[in-house]
């Protein structure tokens, strides 16, 4: 059995599905405030981009809606994906200030 022709198909699901989990994510941290719930506001918020990098990656890129080329899309991925983990780190900040 040749997963090749699988694959693409397979990755499309599984980028919906982490855009699916953050918004889960939405749905459960609601609600939390003070510093705990700013924190996980922006760690969600985070997710949210990464969860959003592979849906551009996947529909921006050749074979899609060719609005980037390879090496372009790899790294309009690369730049989603840095602020996704800038918003994660932010998150952690607010986090940490609890302990001081």
């Known amino acids: 059995m040749d997963l090749s022709q699988s694959l693409p198909t397979f990755n499309l699901i599984l980028d919906f599905v982490l855009v699916i989990a953050s ?3 939405v749905i459960v941290v609601r609600g939390i405030g ?3 719930g700013r924190a996980l506001t922006l760690i969600v ?3 949210i981009v990464l ?3 592979h ?3 996947t529909f921006a890129g050749p074979g899609q809606l060719n609005i980037f080329d390879g090496a372009t899309n790899n790294f ?3 730049l989603i994906v840095l602020a996704g983990f800038v918003l994660v780190v932010f998150g952690f900040r607010q986090i940490r200030v609890m302990k001081d």
């Open 45 to 47: 918020l985070g997710a």
């Open 76 to 78: 309009v991925h690369r």
């Open 51 to 53: 969860g959003m990098a």
């Open 34 to 36: 003070g510093i705990v």
């Open 55 to 57: 849906l551009v990656a």
């Open 23 to 25: 918004v889960w994510m």
